[in-house]
């Protein structure tokens, strides 16, 4: 459990690298994006037949990191649409 929350945060933390621009979404963030993308990544690669989805390989990986880079953009859209329709003062 412990080692799924830290290649979470790495993973997280590798697709905000990889990501141009400056974000505005904070560690735990980042964390819980990192987890859901290693278990959307995870999965496509089970679904692929590289083995299990708990079970670190390189095509897991990698497809972990671009759904965590997909994941933040999109968090970043939504947190970008709420701000646009305040109302103004």
């Known amino acids: 459990m412990i080692g799924f929350i830290i290649a979470g945060l790495v ?27 290693s278990v959307i990544g995870g999965t496509i690669a089970w679904l692929l037949g590289t083995g299990s989805i708990w079970e670190l390989n390189i095509l897991g990986f990698v497809l972990a990191v671009v759904a965590a ?3 933040i953009g999109t968090a970043e859209g939504l947190q970008a649409s709420r ?6 003062r």
Do not use: D, V
């Open 11 to 37: 993973i997280g933390a590798l697709a905000r690298l990889i990501k141009p621009g400056r974000q505005s979404i904070g560690i735990i963030a980042t964390l819980l994006l990192g987890l859901a993308g």
């Open 69 to 71: 880079l997909l994941l």
């Open 83 to 88: 701000g646009r329709k305040a109302l103004p």
